[in-house]
């Protein structure tokens, strides 16, 4: 073959092969745009349905009906069942209760913190023990207050701190634009305070409200006790409260407080995550989860915090049912139980036998509220979140700006260790912390339409994730 | 010259023209990459000085607290000289007023619906005389009830409709993503339903307020009358009063329907802009200008509508002023008077003689309530939108998803004639309707955060502009 041959040759087969790859490729960009007009028809008809009919609302009201749901409580109890029946009325298969032990903490009848000055007189503050906390003396304890701005200033002045009463007056960030950033800071004093003061020998540990709200609601939440450390009572007050005891110290240095918490640390309960499935009709074993937690604190409903999300994971399989869309693979709602006070309904989840013949690929859960759902969060590869950027033109016509690396929560986070990718909805969180873990986290703080967006959202990613499973390699 | 020598000479030149371009570009992206780093600085400042302050929510309570401000309203005249007084307080230059003349129309001390019904017994509704409404006979007037779903229907059974109030009973679309399409559609029998009726020889026109909510609380708005058309009186009744009186009207199709509206159309009033600037120290002749309306309904003190967009705006040169950025184009400020009741306002400030040495490059209005933002319309060419897109990232940080074709407002729309390009603030959409023109739109229904995010938008757009210019051509 002469040498021109041989180039006619290649340049010809470099033509075909040129042909070859542009129709694949455009063929691939047909159907890529082929699914894409798909999944947006659908994420239109997720929406009118949704917007229209509203049954995350309606969902949330059942939910906080039975009042606040603390791990133990007699409120938890009914939300178990109450899902539990909602799942079934659904039409939801494999409806089932797991069963998981919760700690058993009661909040005391009464709480007092009562700011004693002969300068400016007797004013009671609004106060709530923080969860888990010991009580105090039956009748009480009274004694001096020092304020610290942190945990050095607190240890510079620790020759003091004998006896007293430990004030953490410390401001969540107000400048931060992600709240759960700022939150995040302040809470480690509600947090670690008990502890870190009764190092120094301190009696109590008041703490001002992790929150960027300016009112008198104290907010509850979790602390931690160490082995050693002598276990004094802590509790929260309002940011109103904290900066008048704080100004009241300026003025009266000597003044004292007068507290009487009678909060009880009872026997653990048995208690359960409840679960019900879309079960798919191909890949049934492979599983979508969509999850958020049945328990709240004891000061509100937890409208937000979780029956949000709670109404979140129940309402979108609600809606893919309502839609008639049968999933590829399953999609299961999970309402954990204890998300609030040590996460044991996720653990046992993850490590029951029931998920022996299971895989989940994708595990979601909503525990940010129910306020406008701005993104998703997804803790993949970057190979999976390049693939799922090819949804987005479907996800931004749902008002769904972003999908990133991030997303995961308490209660599924030990599937991870199985190899499941985690996620999560990703609401504003501008408006998260004025209500959370406070008696303001009630129905009427959720806007109907701003939960079901959130809804909507989810059950657009549950759905596509059944059918496309997750990543480049999965169909 | 041998051919070879040629083509060496052509590649050098090939590789030196190269060299210049890729020298040049990268210049050109490492002074980009130095501008949105600059800017991006200035824009966490914005965010930390105005989240830590929220100036915002400040000027807000001050505009609320004067009460309504429907145009030619003691309110209204109140507004002018507080927001007069608020410009010089916070140092801006050139503040004065500019005369805007607006008609006055106020509504009766009471407003009665009483449904009677030998059926169902009496039961009143909340109502609320439209802007502009004619009042009823002073006794009222009683008479039956002919419900419609649209205009068609309207004329369908127009035989019928001689003396009788007619009742558009047409929900505001759920199922829309954008509340504001929705509600145009269902305005309409506000606005156009008096006229519509009269021209069948009706008596009166009810309308069901334009909401998504589900309560009892009636929108009012605009109206509009025909020359040669009866002028009959229109009012609003509430979305749960719509549900009952249409419910009422299937078990008894008889009742009547007895209602009193004494609303007045008085002689016209001269009113005013308010206007203030950040004088430019380089180019002061070309302006940005934020907007916002002074004037409300007259059912609340119009939190959202659009107390939110002045509160936007004066702050907006506020927080640029309290990072001291002196500008190099002006920044301006301008209350306009009367975009409810006709757009006075910004008709007479386009068209003032003050405006005669002035450049207009870029109007920005916020009238869209004071919720989360979410992105910024401007309504300009494609090289300046693009132009625009490079700026993302600095707009990103500050939780701006995007910046897209569209934009604008009544207030500068006139402007557009000059060439001024025009934009908008634009926060998410769906609580506004809920409370838009009704006895809702307090400052309680305003978040403070949300509603100082969009002051720190503006304020990052409008400091941008005035340095860099809008459009590729411009510096």
Known sequence: MSIRKHALKIRCLGLALFIIVSVASSQQKNSLSDQIEKYQNIAQRLLEQGLRELPSYSILEKITSVGHRLPGSPGAAAAVELTRQIMMEMGLKNVHLEPTTVPHWVRGPEEEALMISSVLGDHALSTAAIGGSAATHEDGLSAQVIEVKDFSELERLKESAAGKIIFFNVKMEPGTLNTFSAYGKAAAYRVRGAVEAAKRGAAFALVRSPTTANDDF?????????????????????????????RSLKLDPDLRLFIRFHCQNLPPVRSYNVIGDLPGYEKPEEIILLGGHLDSW??????????????????????????????????????????????????????????????????????????LPLGIGINADDPTLNWMQKWMPIFQSIQIHWIRKGGGGVDIAPLAEQGTVLGGLIPDSQRYFDVHHSGRDTLDAVHPRELELGTIALSLLAYIVSEEGLGPQMK
């Not at 907010?219 to 704080?246: N, R, V």
């Open 218 to 246: 104290p907010h509850t939440g979790m602390m931690s006790y160490e082995p050693g450390i002598p276990k004094i009572p802590a509790a929260c007050i309002s940011t109103q409260g904290a900066d008048l005891l704080s």
């Open 298 to 371: 004891d000061l509100s409903p937890g409208a937000h915090d979780d029956g949000a999300g709670c109404a979140h994971a129940l309402s979108a399989l609600y809606l893919i049912k309502a839609l008639d869309l049968r999933p590829k693979r399953t999609i299961r709602a999970v309402m954990f139980m204890n998300e609030e006070f040590g996460g044991s309904g996720g653990c046992d989840y993850a490590v029951s036998e029931k998920r022996a013949d299971e895989k989940h690929i994708l595990a979601v859960e909503s525990d940010r509220g129910g306020f």
